[in-house]
């Protein structure tokens, strides 16, 4: 029961962080004091302009937020699982391509937001920053969780902040590559990559001699039904918000060491890029059966 609900209270609190913010505004106004609520409003609002920028400036960095037993209550109820295919050198940069998308990237948050699967012992001196979208970061609060846990948005400046070389080595930059539109193809039979015109991350991993890293969620389409009308998720609870209760194996596959290349032609980002396409098909095939999905076709589009 302690796993549903922590499940509950995160996912809700993310999923709906503006509505609860604008609640719980409205009851402090009311409750106790306009005068003080709009003064708080204020002085927030301040602080997320002059912050404005942290989000694509490498963020920050809590391992004490990123160890909280919440994580492990969270990861505890699908359950997720790290593992790793070989070990990762420390003295080098990686960009690691996350697949898939899912509904909601469970795989993503749980594995690489927090360590409550172990990744700094998986991958000692590495650190993992989640790629999120910069509309995250707009909202009250919720910015400084993620931020805290070492999550950036997936910009190029943000990436250039990391692998320019200033910031040292040892950074695993997590990208959903797939992103929003790989969400609505999500299907329970086949997992759908849409990847075939994602090539912007091998540019980048080009440009910088970063290692690119496939890794496959096994189990993140499962989490929701997709019987429904116009192919919308559906879980568990009231409105079908909260995943099932499946078990999610994500597997971190074996490095592409890239060769740096500051003026990389169409013909060289596509010579990787192939090159990663086919990485991926071969960690899909060599797992697919050991972790319960030999039903499940893979389709990159």
């Given at each position: 029961m302690i796993e549903f609900l922590t499940v509950l209270f995160i996912f809700t609190t993310f999923l709906f962080s503006p509505l609860i913010t604008i609640i719980i505004l409205i009851l402090l106004s009311v409750f106790w004091s306009l005068s003080i609520t709009l003064i708080v409003c204020i002085l927030y609002?301040?602080?997320?302009?002059?912050?404005?920028?942290?989000?694509?400036?490498?963020?920050?960095?809590?391992?004490?937020?990123?160890?909280?037993?919440?994580?492990?209550?969270?990861?505890?109820?699908f359950p997720l699982k790290l593992i790793k295919s070989e070990d990762l050198d420390p003295n080098r940069n990686y960009i690691f391509g996350f697949h898939p998308h899912g509904s909601f990237s469970f795989g993503a948050l749980g594995n690489f937001g927090t360590d409550a699967t172990y990744f700094s012992n998986l991958f000692?001196?590495?650190?993992?920053?989640?790629?999120?979208?910069?509309?995250?970061?707009?909202?009250?609060?919720?910015?400084?969780?993620?931020?805290?846990?070492?999550?950036?948005?997936?910009?190029?400046?943000?990436?250039?902040?990391?692998?320019?070389?200033?910031?040292?080595?040892?950074?695993?930059?997590?990208?959903?590559?797939?992103?929003a539109r790989e969400m609505?193809?999500?299907?329970?039979?086949t997992m759908i990559l849409y990847l075939k015109k994602r090539k912007g991350f091998v540019e980048l991993a080009l440009k910088h001699g970063a290692s690119l890293v496939p890794v496959i969620s096994f189990g993140e389409n499962e989490l929701y039904q997709r019987s429904t009308c116009f192919n919308?998720?559906?879980?568990?609870?009231?409105?079908?918000?909260?995943?099932?209760?499946?078990?999610?194996?994500?597997?971190?596959?074996?490095?592409?060491?890239?060769?740096?290349?500051?003026?990389?032609?169409?013909?060289?980002?596509?010579?990787?890029?192939?090159?990663?396409?086919?990485?991926?098909?071969?960690?899909?095939?060599?797992?697919?059966?050991k972790y319960g999905l030999a039903h499940v076709n893979l389709e990159i589009v």
């Open positions: 609002g301040c602080w997320m302009y002059f912050d404005r920028d942290t989000d694509s400036q490498g963020g920050r960095w809590s391992e004490r937020l990123r160890r909280l037993s919440i994580w492990n209550y969270f990861t505890d109820y000692p001196n590495i650190r993992p920053h989640l790629m999120l979208l910069h509309l995250q970061f707009l909202f009250p609060f919720t910015r400084e969780i993620l931020l805290n846990l070492g999550a950036c948005c997936v910009s190029k400046n943000s990436f250039e902040y990391f692998l320019n070389g200033n910031q040292g080595k040892g950074h695993a930059l997590v990208v959903i590559i797939g992103g609505y193809l999500t299907k329970n039979d919308l998720p559906w879980g568990r609870f009231i409105f079908g918000h909260i995943p099932l209760r499946r078990p999610i194996i994500t597997v971190v596959g074996r490095p592409i060491h890239v060769k740096q290349n500051i003026n990389p032609t169409s013909q060289d980002i596509d010579q990787i890029h192939n090159e990663y396409i086919r990485a991926v098909e071969q960690l899909f095939e060599f797992n697919k059966n």
